[in-house]
């Protein structure tokens, strides 16, 4: 059996384009090119049927170490918290009063592009701080 590759994390929304211009903004990825024959993604879009526009929208690494981020609509609102999340790595190696002002100001950035702070976990002996928030659909994340 050959080992996996490469994932692709896929997030169910109702607003596909908007939440993929979100983590775009926020992790430095990149709307990829046009299928070829399309000079842009709304001409494309164009050329699917009515039900299909804006069903899905992708986002990817331009270096090509990180997954691809797909986004799909889905009908049904998010109602319960995620099983699974981003941990979005901006303090890696800090600690402390400087790892928190690190974390302070991503958060700040984010919640300037449409993010919602919950909360701030403190260090415990165990683990480091980290800042729980939530996309611009609700999806939560952790700024870590």
Known sequence: MSPIRQVQVTF?????????????????????PPPEGFESWAAFERSLPVERQGAAFVCMDPTGAGPRMYFQRVPEGKVVKNRVHLD?????????????????????????????????LRADGENESCIVMQ???????CLD
């Open 88 to 120: 979005v790595r901006v303090g890696t190696g800090l600690v402390g009063e400087e790892r928190l002002a690190v974390l302070e100001a991503e958060c700040a950035r984010l919640v300037a592009l449409g993010a919602r702070r919950e909360r701030l």
């Open 12 to 32: 169910d929304c109702a607003e596909p384009e908007r939440v993929a211009r979100f983590w775009c903004e926020v992790l430095g990825y990149v709307v990829p």
């Open 135 to 141: 996309d611009v659909e609700g999806n939560e994340f």
